[in-house]
């Protein structure tokens, strides 16, 4: 799981998705990701977060 942050506008959307895998630090008003290896299990709320995000700019690496 990465994020560019020099894509991500801050949109908070992935956080609604999987708020678990993504953080938001209001200082620098990017996403942080808490979970770079996500289980199994959230993939699916990782990937739609990956296909919602607005700026495109997450990215989940197929193991
Ligand atoms: S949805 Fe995309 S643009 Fe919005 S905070 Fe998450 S990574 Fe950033």
Do not use: I, N
């Amino acid at each position: 799981m990465s994020a560019d942050l020099g894509l991500c506008q801050g949109h908070q959307m992935c956080q609604g998705e999987a708020p678990d895998v993504f953080g938001f630090d209001d200082a620098t008003d990017r996403v942080v990701v808490l979970d770079e290896h996500p289980d199994e299990s959230r993939r699916r709320d990782v990937k739609a977060a990956v296909q919602y995000c607005p700026a495109m700019a997450l990215a989940l690496e197929e193991e």
